[in-house]
């Protein structure tokens, strides 16, 4: 489903590769994702609903397989998260001024869901975040 067809950034933090993508959703539609490691399918990406309306989809098993399988300290998780939603908030202005500049675009750091998310991760809670 995910063509990766321009690559715009890429940051390690912690031992996760991250690395954003202008992509080809399919057919003529195109959106911007940001990829964990190798991995073929992105952990979150925008893409046009409608004419100027712009949304976010996070795939929440990559995301419990970071809470999973992170081994690190409560405060190194702080100082992963606040790297990790800089680089967010970075990608999403650039996804903006490449693909979406006349949308209107639902950004996930300025959403509910990106505090939900850095309490998982940082407290490691798999088990609250299994039962949402």
Do not use: C
Not at 72 to 97: N, P
């Amino acid at each position: 489903m995910f063509t990766k067809l321009i690559a715009i950034d890429n940051q390690l933090i912690g031992t996760v590769h991250f690395h954003a993508f202008v992509v080809n959703l399919g057919g003529d539609d195109v959106g911007f994702a940001l990829f964990m490691n190798d991995l073929p399918d992105p952990l979150l990406y925008f893409s046009k609903e409608g004419t100027d309306q712009v949304n976010f989809t996070i795939d929440n098993q990559q995301f419990l397989w970071i809470v999973k399988n992170s081994k690190f300290t409560r405060e190194d998780r702080k100082r992963f998260y606040d790297q990790f939603e800089f680089f967010l908030r970075a990608m999403e202005q650039r996804a903006k001024a490449y693909l979406f500049k006349n949308s209107t675009v639902q950004y996930i750091s300025n959403s509910r869901d990106i505090i939900r998310y850095k309490n998982y991760y940082i407290t490691a809670s798999v088990d609250m975040m299994q039962n949402a």
